[in-house]
């Protein structure tokens, strides 16, 4: 029997004869994780058991080690945390409905007990026990995000409007489907069903994501409202921008968007952990996650705006990561009705038939399902290349299911058995569905396991903030982290005088500033100022491997004895922000000598030259690299950060790694096998043949001894026994020699797949996260590039105590 937890295959159920009505206890289901790369989709009425089968395939992936995203419009996907290893009653309590207990006339406590012994069994009938839950529970964390409440973890997507990646830049077509559902998915939400071709509020809104993502520049909901007041441009296609847009009308829109983003109904928007996939598929130490976005609570509108905001950010995603043919991620979606319907194109639509087209070359595995298969875009459809159909209500949803089936198959280049389809459709019952794969050879019928988490039905926002509670608080570490408007972008620093709000004193013409003091200072202490040089200065790092591209602001701080040293800057140390400034203390405060050259203007341009040398030869660019997946962290990526990412990647290589060492020994152990086969068959016969031989042998004494009792023996009749004798003796030597045979034929196949175990263990060894070695890199600047700001004297605090000793204050 197949192993149920056998790597990358997800056991799903057990094989039916819908003729018999027999499951085969010794035939599972288990499906290719790979084979959803090419997605899947899963229809079935009420009562079919389309809940059960998603549940138990969000399982297996969590199991596998594969994250997934998990949209739930319903309240049913929450029971993914109801998983009970020790199986007691007092696990089951806080889930179950007691209107249920009480029509079945127990009481809550006994109905808990009941439905626990039900769960235990259920699960022990199916081959699964408290360990797999276990390893389920320890596999994937899981979690609930509710956007625009705080119930579960709440989401804001006030950051949703960033600028995407350069690879969705590059590609002009999905560019423009990023603006247009964006934009689509902004309006909706203001109640304005626009067609991004007529609409003037569309084309206008599209203008403004299409010059700010293209300049690089994010924007905020707070930054559209100002955009569309005060746009960056003068017109819009070939017409002036007042006679396409008048002021009066953007004002009108304007406020329309301002009002929703004051309204106290949006306020559970604006609060909350943002929403980045990254973060959503892998927590920081790279364990996967079950993220389970419930959008039971928001209304339609609410509803189609987050899904796009969310579909787009997966695509995005999606485009950083590297090419597999492995199962990177899952996102499923349940009761996809009404996001991608067949003939209306509501926001949801292009970038859910987007990820439906490409997602594949990434990993990336989509899920849909429904219960209403007439309310979905089959042409769409018809890049999944496995259905899961349970039974269907009317003869319409059939043919409709079955109009996607010829699409896919079409697709896939498989051929379709039409009328064995449709037969096999009716006979569906509950639990019992059918499997069609374009990557296998027939349709399979199947009964569907027992899913190891408690089906207590849809989650009320009560169920939703017990399970989160305690949780929530680690992705939201300021109580209050409600998301501000956001400013203006300033113009770029260019000189440090730029970050204070301090006066500027002169000295003979050089500007001055001061720095504040850390902390307030005992009174055991004095203050003392001692001057030093700051300057800013721009830094760009190119490099073309890895693909470098980073502009740097950095202050340059030094302080100064009395005497300057020909190299000014020697010694200093580099921040990336500038230090915080203050006004001038009192004239009456503690100050050491200037030496001379600082005190005298002329000096500082020097000084700004010799910055731009320094800056040259000291700074540089740290990357950290890991030659074994070929992959260079980005600017600003710590290395924690570095492997938290290369651990995806070192789990899909790892995966390839381990299948190349199984395919590579595969023949090799299937010869070994066959081998033993041969000399297990041989033995058999030869053991037989001897045993047989034994037993003439002891006929042919047995005879001997009773024609000697009677005096009948003869010379033939002991001639006969000593041949039978000599011939159970040859053929106790073949049948030993057959053994021994035999023997080393099974030690060298131990040999073997201890040599592939220990191939496999080095593999294991070489690309887990933790073990990847990782090198510095690091990228020179170019002089070219280098843009030096202003360099001033700055008054640096010290602490001096009693004895005289000084600290800096600083």
């Not at 069994?121 to 979690?143: C, F, H, M, T």
């Not at 002329?602 to 910055?611: D, I």
């Amino acid at each position: 029997m197949p192993d149920l937890d056998s790597k990358n295959h997800f056991y799903l159920g057990r094989r039916h004869d819908l003729a018999t009505g027999q499951t085969d206890a010794q035939a599972p289901l288990l499906l290719k994780s790979k084979d959803l790369t090419t997605h899947a989709v899963c229809v079935g009425m009420t009562g079919s058991g389309k809940t059960g089968l998603c549940l138990s395939l969000l399982e297996e992936a969590a199991l596998d080690g594969v994250p997934a995203i998990a949209i739930d419009p319903k309240g049913d996907l929450g029971n993914l945390l109801l998983a009970f290893p020790n199986l007691a009653p007092e696990d089951f309590r806080p889930w179950i409905d007691e209107s249920v207990a009480a029509r079945k006339g127990q009481s809550p406590d006994e109905f808990a007990a009941s439905t626990a012994e039900l769960w235990r069994s259920g699960l022990a009938d199916w081959g699964e026990g408290p360990e797999r839950i276990q390893q389920y529970n320890d596999s994937v964390e899981r979690l609930i995000f509710t956007p625009g409440s705080s119930a579960g973890i709440p989401l804001t997507v006030l950051k949703s409007f960033n600028a995407p990646p350069r690879e969705i830049l590059a590609d002009s077509e999905v560019f423009r489907e990023r603006v247009a559902s964006a934009v689509s998915g902004l309006l909706a939400l203001l109640g304005i069903d626009a067609d991004p071709v007529r609409s003037r509020e569309h084309i206008f809104l599209s203008t403004i994501l299409t010059t700010a993502w293209q300049a690089g520049h994010d924007l905020d909901v707070a930054d559209m409202i100002r955009e569309i007041q005060d746009p960056p441009f003068a017109t819009v296609g070939v017409m002036q921008l007042d006679s396409f847009f008048p002021q009066k009308d953007r004002t009108a829109l304007a406020m329309d968007l301002n009002n929703l983003l004051a309204s106290p109904s949006f306020a559970g928007w604006m609060t909350g952990a943002p929403l980045d996939v990254g973060k959503l598929l892998y927590n920081p130490e790279g364990k996967p996650r079950l993220s389970i976005i419930s959008i039971a609570h928001l209304d339609d509108a609410q509803r189609m705006f987050f899904v796009t905001i969310l579909l787009n950010e997966v695509q995005a995603w999606m485009r950083t990561q590297p090419g597999t043919g492995s199962l990177r991620a899952l996102l499923y979606m349940d009761e996809v009705y009404g996001y991608f319907p067949p003939v209306a194109n509501p926001p949801s639509k292009r970038p859910m038939l987007t990820l439906l087209k490409q997602a594949r070359a990434f990993g990336v595995g989509c899920v849909l399902a429904t219960q209403n298969p007439v309310d979905l875009d089959y042409k769409g459809l018809s890049n999944c290349g496995a259905w899961f159909l349970g039974r269907l209500q009317t003869e319409r949803d059939k043919a409709r299911v079955i109009e996607g089936l010829e699409g896919a198959s079409a697709q896939a280049g498989a051929g379709f058995n039409k009328q064995a389809m449709e037969a096999t459709l009716a006979a569906l019952g509950s639990r019992v569905f059918l499997l069609n794969n374009v990557h296998d050879d027939a349709p399979q019928v199947f009964h569907t396991r027992w899913a190891m988490s408690y089906l207590a039905g849809p989650l009320t926002r009560g169920h939703i903030k017990r399970l989160m509670d305690g949780v929530r608080e680690r992705f939201l570490p300021d109580a209050n982290n409600a998301v501000a408007p956001a400013k203006p972008s300033e113009p770029e620093v260019e000189k440090p005088a730029r970050q204070a709000a301090a006066p500027v004193e002169k000295v003979d013409g050089v500007d001055q500033r001061w720095v504040a003091v850390r902390e307030k200072l005992p009174e055991t202490t004095r203050l003392e100022y001692r001057p030093a040089l700051l300057g800013s200065g721009k830094v760009h790092f190119v490099d073309r491997k890895p693909v470098v591209d980073e502009w740097r602001e950095v202050y340059v701080l030094k302080s100064q004895n009395e005497q300057v040293p020909d190299g000014v800057w020697g010694g200093a140390i580099a921040y990336d922000q500038c230090p915080v400034l203050v006004d001038p203390p009192p004239a009456d405060a503690a100050r050491a000598p200037l030496p001379a050259d600082l005190a005298n203007e002329k000096n500082y341009r020097g000084f700004a030259r010799e910055l731009e040398e320094w800056l040259y030869q000291e700074q540089r660019l740290t990357l950290f690299e890991c030659r074994a997946l070929d992959e260079v962290s980005r600017p600003g990526e710590d290395q924690q950060a570095f492997r938290d990412r290369l651990a995806e990647r070192a789990r899909l290589r790892l995966q390839e790694e381990l299948q190349k060492v199984e395919a590579s020994y595969a023949k090799r152990v299937a010869r070994a096998r066959e081998k033993i086969a041969k000399k297990q068959s041989y033995f058999d016969e030869q053991n037989s043949q001897f045993w047989g031989r034994v037993g003439g042998f002891l006929m042919q004494v047995l005879d001997l001894v009773l024609s000697m009792l009677g005096n009948k023996a003869t010379k033939r009749k002991r001639s006969t026994s000593v041949t039978a004798a000599r011939r159970a003796a040859t053929e106790h030597g073949q049948a030993s020699r057959a053994k021994q045979a035999l023997e080393e034929a099974q030690a060298e196949l131990d040999e073997l797949q201890a040599e592939q175990e220990q191939a496999a263990a080095d593999v294991r060894s070489a690309y887990g996260p933790d073990q990847l070695e990782l090198a510095n890199l690091e990228v020179s600047p170019r002089k070219s590039d280098i843009d030096v700001g202003q360099v001033v004297l700055a008054w640096l605090p010290y602490e001096l105590s009693e004895s005289g000793a000084a600290t800096p204050a600083y």
